[in-house]
């Protein structure tokens, strides 16, 4: 099957520092990432929507600015959380999408920022 | 608005029992359904989708699901537990690019 991959799995910064977390699509041309954070004992919430070569489209109440995204690739998309403050800890999990329906979720990214 | 209501946060099951994870949803027209497993700090995992054609799904280690337009729900289940099962449950209803999730349902399947 599809297999999605992330780095780092788990990172650990400073407040005020950026963090990048990649998503990359190992076996296939993924069309769409997607970005979605989970809190502690909640479900996940979509961030955002990536094509690659385009913008991203950020949900409602998601701040473009604080968190960027880029597509550069069919197989690569990245996440920057910048400036990173404590309440942005999290549990931070891509998803990527070909042609077709069903998304491919990677095992996930836990953010801890001190 | 769009969503999926998972109604319970926790079910308790005996190994050996059938277990069944509840799920309905509220979307219009025709979305695709999926059920997905999580365990403690990793990602989903896949268990099964609906799209379109028989009610009953059958997914990975041996769960099921069927679904009901009437009752708009998709019920997860598998027949007899086993401990290994013990996880939380997602249940997600696409529609065109979004998919929704329910809140979860943690699993425990009792020795």
């Known amino acids: 099957g599809a297999v999605v991959s992330q780095h780092p799995s788990r990172v650990i910064c400073k407040s005020g520092t950026s963090v990048k977390i990649e998503c990359r699509s190992l076996?296939?041309?993924?069309?769409?990432m997607f970005w979605y954070r989970q809190f502690p004992k909640q479900s996940l919430m979509l961030m955002a929507t990536s094509n690659e070569g385009s913008k991203a489209t950020y949900e409602q109440g998601v701040e473009k600015d604080k968190f960027l995204i880029n597509h550069a690739s069919l197989t690569l998309s990245t996440l920057t959380v910048t400036s990173a403050h404590p309440e942005d800890s999290s549990f931070y999990i891509c998803?990527?999408?070909?042609?077709?329906?069903?998304?491919?979720f990677g095992p996930g990214t836990r953010l801890t920022v001190l | 608005a769009q969503s999926v209501a998972q109604p319970e946060d926790q079910v308790n099951v005996a190994e050996g029992n059938p277990l069944t994870v509840k799920c309905t949803y509220s979307?219009?027209?025709?979305?695709?359904l999926f059920w997905y497993v999580q365990y403690p700090n990793r990602g989903l995992q896949f268990l099964l989708k609906y799209i379109t054609g028989d009610n009953l799904v059958k997914g990975s280690y041996g769960f099921e699901a069927e679904f009901n337009k009437s009752q708009t729900s998709f019920h997860l289940k598998k027949p007899s537990a086993l401990v290994s099962d013990s996880a939380l449950y997602f249940c997600?209803?696409?529609?065109?690019?979004?998919?929704?999730f329910g809140k979860g349902t943690r699993l425990h399947i009792l020795p």
């Open positions: 997600a209803v696409q529609r065109d690019d979004k998919i929704i």
């Open positions: 998803s990527a999408r070909d042609e077709g329906v069903e998304q491919f």
């Open positions: 076996d296939f041309q993924a069309t769409t």
């Open positions: 979307v219009s027209g025709n979305p695709y």
